[in-house]
């Protein structure tokens, strides 16, 4: 989804910005660019089940639909191919199954989660945004202040807004994305929107650009309609 503590606040806007280039892949508390915390090892309450180690801490994996995601509670459900999952960082979230979660530390907001395909060439990124809105928050990323990809290149920047929900869609190319494969150009949609919780949060979808663009943008959208934030009310048939 804000003296000296408007210049520490400014580090950690640039650090939030370019997190979406610098994640690399499943070091978790390895990766510590931005800070030296690690993760949590308290469970919440499950909509899904995510491994978990000998001791009860969480452990990167592969994530796992429970029975409870398809039944009652959430009778209409996801489309087709796509499963409910409750992420230790306090949201829920829609996804195909079998991909592995990640995690690095953020300076501002929850942790940097990356969800990646078996094959690694498709991942969704979910963090929390410090800016005071979404169009702010890309102002600064598209800005000469904050370092691009290699190959970056802006396709197109949409303003949604239908009075109950407010975000900001950027679309663009890079040809390499830091700590992934290389499958040739990455075709990417962001998108950072106020939650119900009143926080700013962006949802991420990567891809390569060769297979064509409707796989991430369906990737984008499922996930934002069946996204909940941590302490947000949500409709159990996802949002609108």
Sequence with gaps: MWSALIGA???GVAVTLVLTFLVGPGDDD????????????????????????AAGAPTEGTVSPSASASVSAFA???????????????????????WTRTTVASLYGIRVVNYRSPDRTHRIQVYQVSESSPAKSFDLFLS??????PGFTELRRQTLDNGTFTATRLEYLADSIRGEPDPGTWHVYDERFVASDSNIYAIAAYGPDSDGRADELELLTTALAWFCPP????????QD
Excluded at 79 to 97: H, M, Q, S, T
Excluded at 144 to 149: L, N, Y
Excluded at 231 to 238: I, K, L, P
């Design 76 to 98: 209409s459900g996801p489309p087709v191919g796509y499963a409910l999952y409750a992420d230790r960082e306090g949201f829920r979230i829609a996804l195909p199954p079998g």
């Design 231 to 238: 302490r947000g009310t949500c409709d159990e048939v996802g």
């Design 144 to 149: 000469d202040e904050t370092a691009k990809a």
């Design 30 to 53: 390895k990766d510590n660019r931005t800070t030296t915390a690690r993760e949590s090892t308290a469970s919440p309450t499950p909509v899904t089940s995510e491994p978990t180690d």
């Design 9 to 11: 606040a400014v580090v």
